[in-house]
């Protein structure tokens, strides 16, 4: 779910079955609940995009034993609010990820010297000068692309 259609062409390029573009009216939990047998709902939903509000959308989207991983960091002090009796009987695992230690970062790394992936499709999709690097830092933020290089 996101509300790039280039984001979701990438996802879908990259193996996602299926995507909801999060626009007003979309329902997303019963979208993602519709793909599955029985609306029983997703084995695994990550959580990428910093909202709590999505956090509490994403709980609804797991099937029973259902795995959420909470990977967008939201601002310090936000709070989500959870239904205990779905967190209980549901038995679902929820934990949060930090994705920027020493290393995973050599992980990345050797993922990107090696070949194994290609630092250049389908994740560039622009370059820009350093003068730039605001610019381009913030165009993701507005749907634009996926990231930019930054050529000094």
Known sequence: MDRSKDRLAVAHEL??????????????????RGWTPE????DVVIEAVR???L??????MARKGGDVTLFGGAPSGTKMEVDTVRLRYSQLTIR??????????????E?????RVDPEEPFISGVRPLEHV???????????GIKCEIRP
Do not use: C, D, M, N
């Open 15 to 32: 193996g996602a079955e299926e995507t909801v573009e999060a626009v007003e009216g979309v329902e997303a939990v019963e979208a993602v």
């Open 39 to 42: 609306g029983r709902g997703a």
């Open 51 to 53: 909202l709590p509000e």
């Open 55 to 60: 956090w509490e959308q994403v709980l609804l």
């Open 96 to 109: 949060g990820i930090f994705h920027h230690t020493p290393y995973t970062a050599q992980v990345a790394f």
């Open 111 to 115: 993922l990107l010297k090696s070949g």
């Open 134 to 144: 605001l610019e381009a830092l913030q165009a993701p933020g507005r749907q634009q």
